[in-house]
């Protein structure tokens, strides 16, 4: 493994960041302990200009190398999820119902591994943004950003993202060329129908019954209407109806998601939950009300870029331990949105563990303090290669 050794020299302090980090999760848009530690941090390892207050609490670093034109933009997130903490571990969170489940510590080390390298050795000819962005996980943090004017005030030309992987292998890295991670999209369905004494049925309008018919056709959509050679999912994740044993409620809430990677398809999953809601509903005499919440759209990784990165993962742990083509995920993540602004590409960092290792959002997750400086070595080479000296 060809991991750059100044970064190796610190990897200890990575550690002890990354745990720091973990000790103190705090959920989307409250990052402000953890944006003041990466902006106090930045400016002690001489970073150019550190700009803070970006989506509430997003920080942004200016390095400029030698003279360049070019500027790339490279990217951690920052928040922990609303989860209780199970590991026991020694740097276990402090704040009960708070906890760093999805890496973002590690991934908030990794990028201020390599801005300190960077700072320091400076063997790169322009500017690169450092972007540490609040709130990935359900508030979108990055579009936020991307509103605000983050490209416009931080023209970088292209941007990458990195997300660790549980179950894949220390010291590798997985990515590929167009839709890596799914859009995902809320809906919900309000059934109103007559509710009244379970002993007369023939009274009321059960929306219970409408509601599990409504359920069992979701099924058909994946099946029957979508092209095969696509992929959706839709889920159904909440059922709320009734109180009591001998009451037919008057009404009934479903809750669910679709995932989806082409336009065509995640219209198509947004006109067809509905028809089949309302079409079931009045066949059962009851009213159903839909709506469709668009969430994050898909993350769309460009060509020329994903080999770019690709090329320089494996320059770091060998190109056998790449995997240029990897299947994408149902999953979302909200660099979607500065990918639809610049091109560039989101890459796996294989987080270890065997077959039945704790997966992201766990609460026995941990993010592997072993691969710091494997991350942290890609964004450096990243930024040297893409911004080449001379
Ligand atoms: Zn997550
Ligand atoms: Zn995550």
Known sequence: MAIIN???????????WRRDLHAHPEIAFQEHRTAALVAEKLRAFGVDEVHTGLATTGVVGVLRGR???GAIGLRADMDALPIQEQTGLAHASTSPGRMHACGHDGHTTMLLGAARYLAETRNFAGTVYLIFQPAEENDGGGRVMVEEGLFERF????VYGMHNWPRRPVGSFA???????AAADRWTIELLGRGGHAATPHLCQDGIVAGAAIVSALQTIVARNCDPIEQAVVSVTQFHAGDAF???PETVQLVGTARSFSPTVRQLLAARIGQLAEGIAAA???????RFIEGYPPTVNSAAETERAAEVAAEIVGAERVDPATPPVMGAEDFAFMLQRRPGSYIFIGNGGGEDAPMLHNPNYDFNDEILPIGASYWARLAERLLPVG
């Open 155 to 158: 023209p970088a030309s292209q």
């Open 246 to 248: 001998n009451v037919i």
């Open 284 to 290: 059962h005499g009851v009213t159903a009300t839909y």
């Open 67 to 69: 003279p360049g034109d």
């Open 6 to 16: 100044r970064i190796a020299d610190f990897h200890d302090e990575m550690t002890a």
């Open 175 to 181: 990515m590929r060329p167009g839709p890596i991670m």
